[in-house]
Structures are given as structure tokens and as C-alpha cells.
DNA sequence: CCGAACCCTGTTTTT
DNA sequence: CAGGGTTCGG
């Protein structure tokens, strides 16, 4: 009863971590011990309640998170990875994903069907924009950009509407109209393209758990972080997953709520007191981490919020220095005094403070600019979090949507991304024959190709000899692919033999030809390091160890990769598998969520996770710089949140000017005074 | 009909 | 600074 980790807990958290009751709220400001408390309870019911960890689900928002939770879970001191790697923990997204793959059919889903990024969605639009000439009003056509269209979509979904309630409800909108027909076509494009995007995993995942709540038969215990971040969809989901309500954790700090634009609901925390009965609250209130000065400051800003729901935080640290605000004329002056101050810091402290303690905190992505080239001119090291994240680059989604339209072939998404690149003389006017040739019963992008390449397509007239040739080519390596994973080859074998195929290098540096290419090469290269975690499923691997050979590559089967697995937020392993029958999802109590093969993993972790190379380096010595939404979570010694202007923060666009003042709380909550 | 070369714009926050 | 739009040569 009485494990280590709980000796570490004041009686505020300990109460919380090992709370008897069914249902627990656990309000926690900023630097209370959040995590340490969600993952002490974790462990609790590990180790004291005897819970089996595959019966318990950890719900998290971020990659960020889920990967800290897991660290944390997987030292000695709590579970280890022997009981913590049986735990079902990950985003949101990442859960939602799973499911659905285990239980596609009763959603309606083929089994292979891939994940579309934003970027695929707004694609998809933009496409359909033109496809939709005829059907969209004039404001429609000339006036509203895919990604408007797309906002407008993906908010309604984010408030819990599918297409047939928003149609429903909009039904006779003059101004709505144009939006129920895109959003009727979006989705039956999705749909027929075998994609599944971000909003529609979770709206998916929610219809499944209504109607096969036993889909949820394998969890005794759910968990969830950050809980003033889930808008309706997200609690339904949350909600089906503790099927008769109970067994429900939850911590969040509603004055940390910063996703409103995305429908987060504070809300919920009020709708689960009421629906899950007998609900225990646990408030957190001694901070660990501000100054008195911070913590006053801080919660000035907050307290200009006269919807919050009022609750204390105090702290038994330091007084503290004052904050200290400079004031700039623009923003090179700005960035630049930055940089000197943390040149000036780093050298006062007697490296006492380094790099690695500062943070500059920013609210929209590209005012990082100013202050890179600023802390490159003084030769200050940097990681950028919440830019281009390593799998949003353009040459590493090439060569994944290779991957996809191999794995999917209905994935035109993948198909149009990849197709021209290298060049295969396909353009425009092409392209759009062939996709809507193979739209038509029983034809695929691959049996029109084929029949171009063949000769046998006499619908498509005057397709040069080259571009014919082109595309003979790219059947085979599609072919070729298909036999590889069949064979269950490594996935790094796979992409090196599409990228040897395609002769992506060369192709990358005719592009790039200055010392971009080079580095845009070196992501190629990374791509396939990152795949060696990967392997494919165990029961293949002791047969046929032979050698092939495929346009001039050599492929070795079965050949052990040089990384160990060791991939966050990849969730668990599991060896048997079974088909779902109709009514019935068969796991029981005992047994936790397929995975799906490797190829899945991986394009799953892929397009699920934001998390870059660089990020890990972040604590190597370098200063970070953050979005504001994105440092939540996170502590420095020094911090720096820049541009606190009219405009900025609050921004412009902000439709609720309190959700800022809490963006502004958090990032003013950052600092930590004790760094040793 | 494709693709290279040019100029233009305009940027919230995340999975 | 990329991503879209336009123009022009093959």
C-alpha cells in the first residue's frame, strides 16, 4: 500500500491520486503536480487496487503529454515498463484510431483505410470547389476559399454535428447552403477515398461507442488529462468509454481552457458532475513552481475572466523578483534585446542558468522569425516547437504518401501528391481523366492506370509515349510495393525501395538545387531511420531469409532492424488478433485493442504525431521557442513571452478575449523559480 | 497539354 | 517563404 512514489505526494495530492470514489475531478493549477498526480493514480490502481493495466485507458491531448505520461509510468518508481506498456494511453486521436481500426466494420470503414492531415482535407475542398462549379452559388465559387469552407466544416463537427444534422439543420439557409454541399460532397469523397480525417476519427469513435457500447468491454478505468480542452465530441467519446459512467478520472484547471476556438467546453466538467453521480472533486491548490510575484500577477490576468469559476492557488515560495516588461519600438529591436538579455542571463549566472532554461514564448507561429535570426546573429543555439513539424515536410509526406497509396489505393490524396513528384509529364488536365475515370463502378486509380499504360485505354486520346511510359513505371513500383508487403518486409526496406525507385534524390536536388536540397535529402534519410522501430509482425520472421533482388535493390527479409523499438505513444503491443463479428465486439475484459500490422503503426504515428526530431533536442542546450498554446504543460527558469500586445494577445481575430487573458495566464505561469 | 519561371499575397492557436 | 496564380516556350 504504502509505494514510494506516494511519500512524494503532499496530503492535497495524495488524497486525489488514491480517491476511492468512482468518479474524480481532480482541479489542478498550474505547477500543482498534475501529472504526478495522474500518474501516481495510474500506478494506485495498479498497485493497490490490483486494476489490470490493459483495463485502463489514459487519455491525452497531445503527443507531448502522452509521451511525458509514459516516461514517467515506466520508471521503477511507479509501474515500470513492464506493467506501463500494457496500458491503453495516447491522444485522443490516437485512440479513436485504434478503435476504429479493430472494430472498421461497424462503422462502415474497409480495414485499410488511411488518415487525411489538414493539409489532404483543404485538398480535398479546394478540388471539389472546382468539381462543384455548377451546384455553388457565386459568392461560393469566386468568394470563399477552400479553407473556409473547410473551418466552417470542421467547427460544426467539433460541436458534435455529422453531415445529415448539419444539412438538417441548415436546411433552407440561403447563406448555409453552399456549406451543406461541400460538406455533403466532402464527406462522400472521404468516404469513397477509404480517408478518414482528424474530426471524423473522433466522430467515428463516438458513433461506434453508441452503438456497440461493448466496443468499450475491455475498460475498467479511464483517465484523462487536460479535461478543459474536450469539446462535446470528445466527452461523448470519453463518456462511451466508461460505459455504464463510472470509473471516470479526470484532471484539468478550467483557468487553463485555451481551445475554445476548437468547441472545448468548460462546461464539462459541470455535465460530469451531473451525469456521473456521487462525482469527487479534488482541488489542487499549493503551486510548486511561480513566485508569489508571478502567481499574483498571473492571476490578475485570469481573474478578468467573470465566467471563472473561482478557485485559490497559492504557493509557499520565494517573493520573488518582479516581472519585468520592456517595452520596443518594433520587432527586430525587440528580438534582438531578447537575445541579448539571454546572452547577458547565461553569462551573469555563471552558466549557473543555460540555454536549455530559457523559453520565448510566442502566440502565432511566424513571429518566431524575428527572434531565430536574432539568436542566430549572436550564435545562440535554438529549437523552434509548433513550427514545420518533421513529418509536415513536404519531402518526407512524399515519400509516406507512397507509402499510404500503396497501403490504400483509393487514397487519391496520396495519389496526387505523389504522382508528379518526380515529374511523370501528368498534369492538371490528366490527372482529372484519370480520377474521374477510376470514380467509376469497379475501375481504381491503378486499373486506369494500367490500361494507359497498356495501351488499353482508348478513352484517354493523345497521351504522349513518355508520360506512358511514366506511368507503366509507377505501376510497377506500385505492384512491387504490394509484393513487399505481403511479404512483411521492414518498412525502412520499403521506403528505400520507393525512394530508389523514384530516384527521389535526384529529383530533390533538381528542385532544390542549392544546399536545401542536401538538407531536404538528410530528412529522406531520417524518414527511413525512423522506420527501422518499426518491424513487421513476429510470426513471419523466422521463415525464408532469402535475398531479393528488385530493380537493383537488394531487399533482405526478415533482417533484423538496427533500432530496438522504442516508440512513443505507439500503443501497446498485442499478439492475438480476432476478427469482429457483427453484434458482438469480441474483447472481453482481459484483452486490449489489436494493433493493426506495422504498416499501420507507422503510418498512424506518422500522421498522428506533430512531435519533430528537433524537439527531443530540446534539452541539449538549446533555448526553445514556443507557441503559447503549445508550451502548456511545461516550465522554464527563464521566459520570455513577447509581443503582449493589442492585437497579438489579445488577437485580433479572438472571438472571446477571456480565453486570451487565460493564453496569457498560462504563459505567464510558465517560469519555474527552482531550477537546480 | 506540361512545366519552368515569374510575381503575388498573407499568415491564431492543434490533432 | 511557401503556395497560388499567371505567362510563355516546347
Known amino acids: 500500500m504504502d509505494t514510494p512514489f506516494m511519500k512524494k505526494l503532499n496530503a492535497a495530492q495524495l488524497n486525489a491520486a488514491t480517491c476511492k470514489s468512482n468518479s474524480v475531478q481532480i482541479l489542478a493549477g498550474p505547477g500543482s503536480g498534475k501529472t504526478r498526480v495522474l500518474t501516481s493514480r495510474v500506478a494506485w490502481l495498479v498497485l493497490s487496487e490490483h486494476v489490470r493495466p490493459q483495463n485502463i485507458v489514459v487519455v491525452t491531448f497531445t503527443n507531448k503529454a502522452a509521451k511525458e505520461m509514459r516516461h514517467r509510468l515506466e520508471s521503477p518508481e511507479l509501474l515500470g515498463s513492464m506493467q506501463s506498456d500494457k496500458l491503453c494511453m ?23 483505410f488511411t488518415i487525411a492531415d489538414t493539409d489532404m482535407s483543404r485538398h480535398a475542398i479546394k478540388k471539389l470547389k472546382e468539381e462543384l462549379i455548377g451546384e455553388l452559388s457565386d459568392y461560393g465559387r469566386t468568394k470563399m476559399k477552400p479553407e473556409a469552407y473547410f ?38 469523397r472521404m468516404h469513397a477515398d477509404n480517408l478518414v480525417d482528424f474530426d471524423n476519427l473522433l466522430l467515428y469513435t463516438r458513433v461506434l461507442l453508441a452503438r456497440f457500447p461493448s466496443a468499450a468491454n475491455f475498460v475498467s478505468h479511464v483517465l484523462v488529462d487536460e479535461f478543459q480542452d474536450t469539446n462535446v465530441v470528445q466527452y461523448d467519446i470519453v463518456k462511451g468509454l466508461t460505459r455504464g459512467g463510472k470509473a471516470l478520472t479526470i484532471v484539468g484547471d478550467p483557468d487553463q481552457s485555451i481551445f475554445g476556438w476548437r468547441n472545448a467546453d468548460r462546461g464539462n466538467f459541470i455535465k460530469m458532475q451531473r451525469e456521473f453521480k ?14 508569489k510575484h508571478i502567481l499574483k500577477s498571473a492571476f490578475h490576468v485570469v481573474s478578468k475572466d467573470k465566467k471563472r469559476i473561482d478557485k485559490s492557488l497559492f504557493t509557499e515560495n520565494a517573493e520573488g523578483v518582479p516581472m519585468s516588461m520592456l517595452k520596443m519600438s518594433d520587432d527586430t529591436m525587440e528580438a534582438q534585446s531578447v537575445a541579448e538579455e539571454i546572452k547577458r542571463i547565461v553569462e551573469y549566472s555563471g552558466s549557473l542558468i543555460t ?54 489505393a483509393n487514397d487519391t490524396e496520396a495519389f496526387e501528391r505523389i504522382i508528379n513528384r518526380p515529374r511523370r509529364g501528368v498534369g492538371e488536365v ?7 475515370l477510376s470514380r467509376q463502378p469497379g475501375a481504381t486509380i491503378i486499373s486506369v492506370l494500367r490500361d494507359i499504360s497498356t495501351g488499353k485505354g482508348k478513352m484517354i486520346a493523345s497521351i504522349p509515349l513518355k508520360t506512358k511510359q511514366n506511368l507503366a513505371g509507377f505501376v510497377n513500383l506500385y505492384d512491387n510495393v504490394q509484393e513487399l508487403m505481403q511479404k512483411k518486409s521492414y518498412i525502412y526496406r520499403i521506403l528505400e525501395y520507393i525512394i530508389g525507385d523514384t530516384n527521389y534524390k535526384e529529383f530533390l536536388q533538381k528542385e532544390h538545387p542549392d ?6 535529402w538528410d530528412n529522406v534519410g531520417e524518414l527511413v531511420t525512423f522506420a527501422k522501430q518499426f518491424n513487421p509482425p513476429p510470426d513471419n520472421l523466422a521463415k525464408n531469409s532469402a535475398a531479393v533482388t528488385m530493380s537493383g ?32 465486439p469480441p474483447l472481453g ?22 512531435n519533430s526530431k528537433e524537439e527531443d533536442e530540446a534539452d541539449l542546450g538549446k533555448v526553445t521557442i514556443s507557441t503559447m498554446h503549445s508550451a502548456k504543460g511545461l516550465e522554464w527558469p527563464v521566459v520570455f513571452t513577447i509581443a503582449c500586445e493589442a492585437g497579438i494577445i489579445p488577437h485580433q481575430k479572438a472571438e472571446d478575449d477571456m480565453e486570451e487573458c487565460r493564453l496569457l495566464y498560462v504563459a505567464m505561469t510558465r517560469p519555474k523559480c527552482k531550477f537546480i
Open 90 to 112: 495516447g491522444t485522443f486521436h490516437s485512440i479513436c484510431a485504434r478503435l476504429l481500426r479493430q472494430y472498421h466494420a461497424h462503422v462502415q470503414l474497409k480495414p485499410n
Open 278 to 291: 456521487g462525482t469527487q472533486i479534488c482541488n489542487l491548490e499549493e503551486n510548486y513552481r511561480s513566485t
Open 151 to 188: 473551418n466552417v466544416i470542421s467547427k460544426a463537427r467539433n460541436a458534435g454535428m455529422n453531415v445529415d444534422q448539419y444539412i438538417e439543420k441548415n436546411y433552407g439557409e440561403w447563406d448555409k447552403k453552399d456549406i451543406c454541399i461541400m460538406f455533403k460532397a466532402y464527406e462522400d
Open 553 to 584: 535493390i537488394e531487399i533482405l527479409e526478415n533482417e533484423p532492424p538496427e533500432n530496438e523499438s522504442n516508440v512513443e505513444d505507439s500503443l501497446p503491443d498485442l499478439p492475438n488478433y480476432t476478427e469482429p463479428t457483427e453484434e458482438e
Open 355 to 408: 540555454y536549455k532554461d530559457i523559453a520565448i514564448l510566442v502566440r502565432m507561429n511566424y513571429l518566431s522569425r524575428a527572434f531565430e535570426s536574432a539568436l542566430n546573429s549572436l550564435s545562440i543555439p535554438y529549437v523552434v516547437i509548433g513550427g514545420v513539424k518533421f513529418f509536415e515536410r513536404a519531402e518526407v509526406k512524399d515519400i509516406l504518401a507512397y507509402l499510404r497509396f500503396c497501403y490504400n
Open 589 to 610: 475484459d482481459d484483452e486490449r485493442l489489436n494493433d493493426g500490422d506495422h504498416i499501420v503503426r507507422f503510418l498512424e504515428l506518422t500522421t498522428l504525431s506533430t
Open 515 to 520: 544546399k536545401d536540397g542536401e538538407s531536404r
Open 430 to 436: 490528366t490527372m482529372n481523366k484519370i480520377e474521374k
